[in-house]
């Protein structure tokens, strides 16, 4: 016995029972953002296509090439005494390409070749064996196509305007399932206090039912009464049982948003505090949507995607320039050093022009991008519309919320009042139980109607906070 009690206070000393914290609404979400697979993909996505807009770049930056080749030609030649009866070719090209936004293109390369002809009369070959070195320049710009670089700007466009309006997009989903499942959090709450006072509520409908059933058996009152009350504590039956079933529901909601298939929430959540929500103001709205920035992104889309599709079936007319130095000898370093030279120089300058023959498809696909174009712009400017609708509707509705809410608590006080004082008459032979059963139950509704009002208000705030910037943090202020 002595032992026994040591080692329970040895237990109370070292482990102390604490009061269970209640699950904050910031450590669900937290699970949310952690276990939704829905949320990751979003998240994930959305910073993908942001990190690939600026793939556009790449088409307007510099880019190395470079080719190495070999070529052992053995067929017969028509003259074997100039051609030889086999050729040794091997050729060795490194080079910077650059396409600019405003339509010119340059390319700045070194090319070293080693020829080596079987076969051939010296008298009249007098180098069988050579190497060629070529240091180049070749231009071109558009002057028709592609003026001053507009299909290439165009290109940037649409890469980058797509690219960026599935990140907005995808933002805006991860946003919304954050908003739902605060939601959930607020819904499971609120069930859980329904389920309580709705149990209330059929405890004292039995007693009601008790005495009335009692009164009727002493022939104190008539049967029907005794059946009214029947009929009341199965109709509070049938309210716990609603209750019962939507706090199951929400269970199961408030789970399959962190990734749990399961029917049952062992955490305490966190009360909510009816005078905060009255005093609650409504969220400041911070710029546009995510949803009205990725139509946004689409209609520049469209609008870049419409001037590429009139450049690519202009007319070509580029102007084409080069200008090469040559260098040619046995030896490969007299050669590179020739090449350094403007005495054996090549230019080149040229016009290059082509058009397409047929009119009627250009025609057609020109109207095509036009009217793709203006229904992106008709959905960019229906998006701005709704997003102002729709916050217009959430604040009207948000603050009548609120009165409700006000006025719900006042019931609630004075239904509180009137039972209280229901309840002293009873104890000084005033009153009957039957009469402060009944008041019980009024009390219960207004209850009832205060959790409701309460989680409308709730659910509001969460779709407000989905106009708030991506990088604001979410408020934590408890309610």
Do not use: C
């Not at 520049?300 to 995607?305: D, G, P, R, S, Y």
């Not at 350094?340 to 040229?350: A, E, R």
Request: no cysteine.
């Amino acid at each position: 016995m002595r032992l026994s009690l040591f080692l329970l206070t040895f237990l109370a000393l070292y482990f102390p029972v604490h009061a269970v914290d209640s699950f904050s609404l910031e450590s669900y979400l937290t699970q949310v953002k952690q276990k939704h697979l829905g949320y990751q993909a979003s998240q994930l996505v959305s910073q993908g296509a942001m990190e690939r807009s600026g793939e556009s770049s790449l088409l307007t930056s510099p880019s190395l090439f470079s080719n190495v080749s070999y070529l052992d030609d053995q067929k017969p030649t028509n003259n074997p005494a100039f051609l030889g009866n086999r050729t040794v070719f091997q050729n060795y090209t490194l080079g910077v390409a650059e396409q600019t936004r405003f339509g010119l293109g340059a390319k700045l390369s070194y090319n070293i070749t080693r020829t080596e002809l079987f076969g051939v009369n010296t008298a009249f070959v007098p180098l069988p064996k050579f190497y060629n070195v070529v240091p180049s320049l070749e231009l071109s710009q558009s002057l028709w196509r592609n003026g001053l670089g507009s299909e290439t700007r165009a290109t940037v466009a649409v890469v980058e305007a797509q690219a960026k309006a599935t990140s907005l997009a995808e933002t805006m989903k991860s946003k919304a399932i954050l908003a739902e499942s605060e939601g959930a959090y607020w819904r499971l709450a609120v069930a859980r206090e329904l389920v309580s006072v709705a149990k209330n509520g059929v405890e004292r409908a039995k007693k009601i039912q008790e005495w009335s059933k009692r009164r009727a058996s002493l022939a104190l009152a008539d049967k029907s009464d005794a059946l009214q009350a029947e009929a009341g504590l199965q109709g509070k039956q049938l309210e716990l049982q609603i209750a019962i079933d939507e706090e199951r529901e929400a269970i199961k909601k408030f789970n399959s948003l962190r990734g749990l298939d399961s029917e049952s929430v062992e955490e305490k959540l966190e009360s909510v505090s009816p005078e905060k929500l009255v005093e609650l103001k409504p969220i400041e709205r911070k710029g546009k949507r995510e949803d009205v920035l990725a139509a946004d992104e689409a209609r520049k889309a469209a609008q870049a995607a419409t001037q590429l599709g009139k450049e690519k079936n202009s007319p070509n007319l580029d102007l084409m320039g080069s200008y090469a130095l040559n260098g040619r000898d046995s030896a490969l370093s007299k050669g590179i050093s020739d090449a350094s030279k403007t005495n054996q120089s090549t230019l080149t300058i040229g016009i290059k022009f082509t058009a397409p023959l047929d009119l009627g498809t250009i025609t057609s696909d020109r109207a095509g991008y036009l009217k793709e174009e203006k229904g992106a712009e008709l959905n960019y400017q229906r998006k701005v519309f709704e997003e102002e609708i729709e916050w217009n509707e959430l604040i009207t509705r948000f603050n009548e919320s609120k009165r409700r809410l006000k006025m719900a608590q006042e019931i609630e006080k004075v239904q509180q009042q009137k039972l209280e004082n229901e309840r002293a008459r009873l104890k000084t032979g005033r009153s009957v139980l039957y009469q402060v059963v009944l008041f019980e139950q009024d009390y219960a509704n207004s209850q009832i109607m205060t959790l409701k009002t309460e989680l409308q208000i709730l659910a509001l705030m969460a779709q407000m906070k989905t106009y708030l910037p991506t990088t604001d943090p979410t408020p934590g202020e408890k309610l």
